[in-house]
């Protein structure tokens, strides 16, 4: 698992945290996030999570996460281009 938090590396003991957090936030209406899949391998993540409610409700957080095996091919300006198409 490759998924990075402000530096900091998920593992394989709090990745299903981190996917719930993605889902509560496309749940509650507060997050769009994408996955991308390879040859049946998930290797990027991107999504933008919105900061708040009342004076922080114009925020957002935005994070794409690419395998290094992709990473120069597109699949991160893909992922970009998509969320934003979809947000």
């Known amino acids: 698992i490759f998924i990075g938090r402000q ?3 998920v593992t394989n ?16 209406g507060t997050g769009i996030s994408l996955v991308l899949f390879v ?14 409610k009342g004076a922080t409700k114009h925020r957002a957080s935005l994070g794409i996460t690419l395998n290094e095996t992709v990473r120069g091919q597109g699949y991160g300006s893909l992922l970009l281009e998509t969320l934003l198409n979809e947000a």
């Open 7 to 9: 530096g900091e590396q």
């Open 13 to 28: 003991e709090n990745y299903f945290e981190q996917v719930k957090k993605m889902c509560d936030a496309i749940e509650g």
């Open 39 to 52: 040859d049946s391998k998930l290797v990027g993540l991107c999504g933008v999570t919105c900061a708040g």
